[in-house]
C-alpha cells in the first residue's frame, strides 16, 4: 500500500513538475514501465478544458444513503475537507449513488484553503458557475443540482479505493489534463517524471525540426519520439 509523503516542500516541488508535463506523455512512460492500465474511467472530464491537477491522492470513499438516521451527514463532510493535505487531489468515489452532486463550490473553497491542488469526482458536480469563477480545477463525470445531504453518506477517507479497475491508494499522484487522468503508483513517479521530462525536451527538438521541414524517419531514429 502507498505511503503519504510528508515532506511538504519536496511534495510541493514534485507536484510543479509534473503539472509541466501532459498525460499522454506520462502514459508513455508508463507503458515502457510496465504499467499498461493507470487511466481513470475515460467520462471523467475536466468542468474547463484548460483545467489540470496534479499531486497526491487524498481519496474519499461514500455510498448511497441507507436510511434517514436523524444524523446531518455535513459533519463527516467537514471532518474530510479539515483532514485534506497541502498539495493534494481530493478523489471522490460516490459508491452506489449516481443522481446526486458529490462536491460543489463551498467545498471547493474549503479544499483550496487547506491547499488542495484540485479534485476529481467520479460522479456528479453542482455549482459549476462559481468553481469556474474561482478557478479551482475539478474533474467530474456528470452535473446535478441535487444536493448530497440526503442521498450520500462519506463512509471513510484517505483509503484505498478502486475506480474502472484502477487502484488509487492515498499518495499515489495523478495527473489529469483535457485528455483524461492517470494515476501514478507513489513508488515510482520519481522516476516517471524524470523520464517524461526527458521525452519532453526530445519531443521539442523534434517538433520544431518538423516545423522547419524535417524527416520524421530520421528525426525518430535518432531521438525515438513519434
Not at 491508494?169 to 501514478?184: K, Q, T
Request: charged share 25%.
Amino acid at each position: 500500500m502507498g505511503t503519504r509523503d510528508t515532506g511538504t516542500t519536496r511534495v510541493a516541488k514534485l507536484c510543479r513538475r509534473l503539472a509541466k508535463l501532459y498525460t499522454g506523455a506520462v502514459a508513455d512512460v508508463m507503458d515502457g514501465m510496465g504499467h499498461r492500465s493507470q487511466a481513470l474511467p475515460s467520462e471523467i472530464r475536466p468542468l474547463d478544458p484548460a483545467m489540470k491537477v496534479a499531486g497526491p491522492a487524498f481519496t474519499v470513499r461514500g455510498r448511497a444513503k441507507q436510511y434517514q438516521d436523524g444524523i446531518d451527514p455535513r459533519g463527516r463532510q467537514i471532518a474530510m475537507l479539515r483532514a485534506i493535505p497541502p498539495n493534494s487531489v481530493v478523489v471522490v468515489h460516490p459508491g452506489d449513488e449516481g443522481t446526486a452532486a458529490h462536491w460543489g463550490e463551498l467545498m471547493s473553497n474549503v479544499a483550496r484553503q487547506q491547499g488542495a491542488t484540485g479534485a476529481v469526482i467520479a460522479g456528479g458536480l453542482r455549482d459549476s458557475r462559481q468553481i469556474l469563477d474561482i478557478g479551482f480545477p475539478v474533474f467530474r463525470i456528470f452535473h446535478s443540482p441535487l444536493t448530497a445531504v440526503w442521498r450520500w453518506d462519506i463512509t471513510d477517507h484517505d483509503v484505498p479505493v478502486r475506480m474502472g479497475g484502477v487502484l488509487v491508494r492515498p499518495g499515489d499522484y495523478l495527473l489529469g489534463d483535457i485528455d483524461g487522468v492517470l494515476v501514478i503508483p507513489a513508488e515510482i513517479v520519481e522516476e516517471v517524471v524524470s523520464r517524461t521530462e526527458d521525452v519532453a525536451r526530445r519531443e521539442t527538438v523534434v517538433r520544431k525540426a518538423l516545423q522547419r521541414g524535417g524527416r520524421i524517419d530520421e528525426l525518430f531514429a535518432r531521438y525515438k519520439v513519434l
